[in-house]
C-alpha cells in the first residue's frame, strides 16, 4: 500500500458517498436526482458536498457513526497483487459470511462465487460490469492497524472482490499500473 495524501474526515465520506451514487443502494425516486447529487459531490462547495454526503449516506450512517474519530485518513494504492489482495477482509455480515465460507476473506468470496455465481447477484453483476470497464473504483474504503495490512473492508467490498475474481483468478488486467485508488484510516 503506497500512502498518497492525508485527507480529512469530510474527503472520506465524499468519496464514500461518491462510490454509492454509481451502487443499487442508493435508488433515487428520479436518475436526475442521482446526477444532481453528484454534482454536488463533485462542485468543490464543503456545503453542497455535506448535503450530498447526507442524501447519499443516510442509510449507511449507523455505520459511518461506529468509525472513530481518531483515525488519520488518506488517499492511498492498493497494488493488484495476489499477496496484497489476500490481506483484505469483510465486515461480519451475514452475507459476507455465507460468500466467504466464514473466513470473511475477500479471497474466499471471490473463489466461492467464481465457482457459485448465483450465491450472490449483486457481486456476480459487479463482477460482469467491471470485465466490461462499467464500473466506478472510487469510495473503496479500507480500515488498517498499518499500512502493510491486514485490512478491512468497510466501503467497496463486492468492488474488491470483483477485483480479485478478473485480477487473481481470471488473470486479466484492471488497469494499467495494477493498482487501484482507495482510501485507508489507520487506527
Known amino acids: 500500500m503506497k500512502l498518497l495524501e492525508k485527507i480529512d474526515r469530510h474527503e472520506v465520506l465524499r468519496r464514500w458517498a461518491v462510490g454509492e451514487v454509481y451502487s443499487e ?10 446526477q444532481e447529487t453528484l454534482t454536488m459531490l463533485l462542485s468543490g462547495s464543503h456545503y453542497l458536498e455535506k448535503e450530498g454526503i447526507s442524501n447519499v449516506l443516510e442509510l449507511k450512517q449507523g455505520l459511518v457513526d461506529s468509525i472513530s474519530l481518531y483515525i488519520n485518513w488518506y488517499r492511498a494504492l492498493l497494488e493488484l497483487k495476489k499477496s496484497d489482495l489476500d490481506l483484505v477482509y469483510t465486515l461480519q455480515l451475514p452475507g459476507w459470511k455465507r460468500n466467504t465460507d466464514g473466513s470473511y476473506l475477500i479471497s ?15 457481486v456476480s453483476g459487479i463482477y460482469r460490469a467491471l470485465k466490461n470497464q462499467d464500473v466506478k473504483l472510487e469510495g473503496i474504503t479500507l480500515l488498517a492497524v498499518d499500512k502493510v495490512g491486514p485490512y478491512v473492508a468497510v466501503e467497496g467490498t463486492g468492488r474488491l472482490t470483483s477485483i480479485y475474481m478478473i485480477h487473481a483468478l481470471d488473470h486479466l488486467e484492471i488497469s494499467e499500473n495494477n493498482e487501484v485508488e482507495v482510501t485507508l484510516g489507520l487506527y
Do not use: M, V
Request: aromatic share 16%; charged share 30%; no cysteine.
Open 25 to 34: 443502494f442508493f435508488n433515487p425516486a428520479f436518475e436526475s436526482t442521482r
Open 108 to 122: 474466499d468470496a471471490a473463489r466461492n462465487l467464481n465457482k457459485l455465481p448465483y450465491l450472490d447477484a449483486r
